[in-house]
C-alpha cells in the first residue's frame, strides 16, 4: 500500500524529475508515445528524455546535451 488509500507500489507511482541542465528522468508506470500517439517501447523503468533537442535517439537522450552547453537556465 502506498499510504494515500491507494494499491500502486512506490515504484509504479509516475514520477518526472528535471536534471540540471539534462534530460526528464521519467520513472514509473508511464506510457510514452508520438505526436500521433503510437506507443513507443520501454526497455527500463526510468528512462531519460531528451529535452535539448539535440539526441540522435529522441525522445530518449543520448548525452549530446553535455557536448552542446545545453543550459536549463
Known amino acids: ?7 500502486h ?3 509504479d507511482v509516475p514520477q518526472v524529475v528535471a536534471c540540471p541542465d539534462g534530460p526528464f528522468l521519467v520513472r ?3 506510457d510514452i508515445v ?10 527500463r523503468r526510468t ?3 531528451c ?3 539535440l539526441s540522435t535517439i ?8 553535455r557536448a552542446s552547453g545545453f543550459r536549463t537556465t
Open 1 to 7: 500500500m502506498d499510504g494515500g488509500g491507494g494499491s
Open 9 to 11: 507500489r512506490r515504484e
Open 28 to 30: 514509473g508506470d508511464v
Open 34 to 43: 508520438t505526436p500521433d500517439g503510437q506507443p513507443i517501447p520501454r526497455t
Open 47 to 49: 528512462v531519460a528524455l
Open 51 to 53: 529535452r535539448c533537442g
Open 58 to 65: 529522441k525522445p530518449f537522450c543520448d548525452g549530446t546535451h
